[in-house]
């Protein structure tokens, strides 16, 4: 069942510039929804809509079938947590998290019940009678998804809830945000600017900029099949490497002057583009050997990161970086063999900086099973 349903749906503040630009999409009941975007591309205006925060200057919103453009916050059965996450300072944990039930006057026992629920789940059980200033960041932000929880209503919207606390914390509380919504099958539309949160929490993903969708789908279509440059360079961490490319006599020959052998079939498809950019992945630039190396390239920068070496190599303009697993003994200014296949590059339209074609290994690629 479509539980958030967009038509069109647009924003201005001032009636000439949309901040939301003709947005349409169905988000599914039980679905964990992901809007991720650069600061400033409309992600929290978006979400504010949704709640009945913020007027809709255009377009269709719906839930459960029904239209609810109008619909004030309280009615839109549905909680929100934003990333100032403010608690009453005043108020122990307890009255915090039954703030909203109390204002609407749910039965005393019932308000009981559903606390000492969601405070066994989320872990604060023993916190309850404590206030905000004797709890951790993490507490905290516990909390806050506490309040949120107890409302029980069906559908959760959260507003970048994540980024005031430190990276082991973050990597922590994605997953219990993660298991939370599970459990309770929420239908979850979270916001966030970070792509790693995106990729790693998100069943789905609508990637925004400059108030419009770029691409919606699953983390792993958006990192192999990205539609556009932004996306391209939006998702993935290392980012894609990225070069202006000509095709010249079968050969595609990069900014740098360096040159890629391509198959016949490739040459095909991406002859009517006289503009290419082509991308390939950090993981996709794969050490030579003595049978199969390409090209040799200058070593600019090493990262050890134990697992596995981040290599950065000067082409041309560009850096590029490589990610290879293991420990690798290189060093900045040596020279190492690298093999770049036309297979693992996906190339874009530089005018209009569509997708042309994804890298064939990522297409072909099978996400192994058990
Ligand atoms: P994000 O959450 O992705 O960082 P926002 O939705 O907050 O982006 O903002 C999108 C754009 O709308 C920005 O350019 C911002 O300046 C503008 N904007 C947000 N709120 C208002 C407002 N109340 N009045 C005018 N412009 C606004
Ligand atoms: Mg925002």
């Not at 839109?76 to 100032?84: H, I, K, T």
């Not at 993660?178 to 929490?201: P, S």
């Not at 990069?254 to 992945?281: A, V």
Request: hydrophobic share 40%; net charge neutral.
């Amino acid at each position: 069942m479509v539980a958030v349903e967009m038509k069109d749906i647009s924003k201005s503040y001032d009636r000439q510039k949309s901040v939301i630009d003709q947005i349409s999409l169905s988000i599914e009941e039980g679905e964990f929804f992901v809007l991720v975007g650069p600061s400033g591309s409309g992600k929290s205006t978006l979400l504010r809509m949704i709640a009945g925060l913020e007027e809709i200057s255009g377009g269709v919103l719906k839930m459960n079938n029904q239209v609810v453009n109008h619909l004030p916050p309280k009615d839109r059965n549905l909680s929100m947590v934003f990333q100032n996450y403010a608690l009453y300072p005043h108020l122990t944990v307890e009255q915090n998290i039954l703030f909203g039930l109390r204002a609407k006057k749910v039965d005393k026992m019932e308000q009981q019940k559903r606390l000492q629920e969601t405070a066994e789940m989320m872990g604060l059980s023993d916190l309850l009678k404590r206030k905000p200033k004797q709890l951790s960041g993490g507490q905290r932000q516990r909390v806050a998804l506490a309040r949120s929880v107890v409302s029980e209503a069906p559908i959760c919207l959260m507003d970048e809830p994540l980024s005031n606390l430190d990276a082991k914390l973050r990597a922590h509380m994605r997953i219990e945000i993660r298991r939370l919504q599970k459990k309770l099958g929420l239908t979850m539309i979270y916001v966030t600017h970070d792509q790693v949160e995106a990729m790693t929490m998100g069943d789905r993903i609508m990637v925004l900029n400059d108030g419009k969708i770029q691409q919606v789908g699953e983390p792993i279509t958006l990192y192999n099949q990205p539609a556009n440059l932004f996306v391209a360079s939006f998702i993935g961490s290392p980012k894609i490497n990225l070069s202006e490319a000509k095709l010249i006599d079968h050969k595609l020959v990069l900014e740098s002057g360096l040159q890629i052998t391509m198959d016949k079939e490739d040459i095909l498809s991406l002859l009517s583009y006289p503009n290419l950019t082509m991308g390939i992945r950090a993981e996709h630039i794969l050490p030579g050997t003595t049978e199969q190396t390409s090209h040799t390239l200058e070593v600019v920068n090493v990262e050890q990161l134990g697992n596995e070496t981040l290599l950065t190599f000067e082409v041309g303009k560009e850096l590029w970086t490589a990610k290879w697993l293991g420990q690798w003994r290189i060093q900045a200014g040596d020279y190492v063999p690298v093999q770049l296949s036309s297979k693992n590059i996906c190339f874009f339209d530089s005018e209009s900086g569509a997708l042309i074609r994804p890298a064939v290994a990522m297409k072909e690629q099978e996400v192994v099973g058990l």
